[in-house]
């Protein structure tokens, strides 16, 4: 059974979807505080997310790029906002599908199916490049096609958080937050030296891309 969170403050048109869909064994959670909804994504998995973009106290686009900065899980924008900036503005923000209100709740059905099919597909994709490393936490070793590398405490944080996120970029204030070794007064040259000390000793400098003006993404 896929979970999934109904971002949604018309309450009477979540009840209408919940009960549709909840006949295709999705389990539909409502929330339609923003605020709230986020949080509940920290506390529990979910499968899938459908958030309408007009939301009291935050906007959905807000909602969208919080979502996404934490999260890798599809996201379905359900919205009356006909203005195609909206959508375009959305799409970039990481959202996988834009359906247009008002629609036939067998669209919305449709839609879910399609996007939880390619999103398996890429989780695939993800588990074959993430096979080349190796990483073992209790020694604080990475392996890359069988090969130790010799990694400070600091590059080995930052490696091991760039393959949790492989296929992502990763901001240098990411790795701040995320890598316990990094000083938080650390300076973006620092991150730069580090990063590159790492892609000499992966032996291949074209694994780690560099995306300018925010940070790095690995790369199978």
């Avoid at 959305?90 to 959202?95: E, H, N, P």
């Avoid at 834009?98 to 390619?118: F, G, N, T, W």
């Avoid at 597909?121 to 990483?135: A, G, L, R, W």
């Avoid at 760039?162 to 620092?190: C, F, P, T, W, Y």
């Amino acid at each position: 059974m896929n979970k999934i969170l109904m971002i949604e403050d018309d309450l009477e048109l979540a009840e209408i979807l919940t009960e549709y869909l909840e006949q295709f064994d999705f389990k539909i959670v409502t929330e339609d505080d923003p605020f709230k909804a986020v949080s509940i994504l920290k506390l529990e998995p979910f499968d899938l997310v459908i958030l309408d973009l007009t939301l009291p106290g935050m906007d959905g686009l807000e909602v969208c790029e919080a979502i996404r900065e934490r999260q890798d899980i599809p996201i379905i924008i359900s919205s009356a906002r006909s203005d195609v900036t909206d959508k375009v503005t959305a799409l970039a923000l990481g959202a996988d599908d834009y359906l247009p209100k008002p629609y036939d709740p067998r669209e919305l059905e449709a839609r879910i199916h399609s996007v939880l099919r390619r999103y398996e597909t890429k989780v695939s994709q993800k588990d074959e490049m993430k096979s080349d490393f190796k990483c073992d936490t209790s020694s604080m070793q990475i392996h890359y096609k069988g090969r130790a590398l010799d990694l400070t405490n600091a590059e080995y944080g930052i490696l091991s958080y760039m393959i949790q996120k492989q296929g992502n970029v990763v901001s240098r204030e990411d790795l701040i937050h995320n890598v316990n070794a990094i000083n938080e007064d650390s300076s973006n040259k620092s991150i730069d030296v580090m990063v590159g000390r790492i892609r000499n000793k992966l032996g291949d400098k074209s694994l780690i891309e560099s995306v300018r003006g925010v940070g790095y993404k690995l790369i199978k």
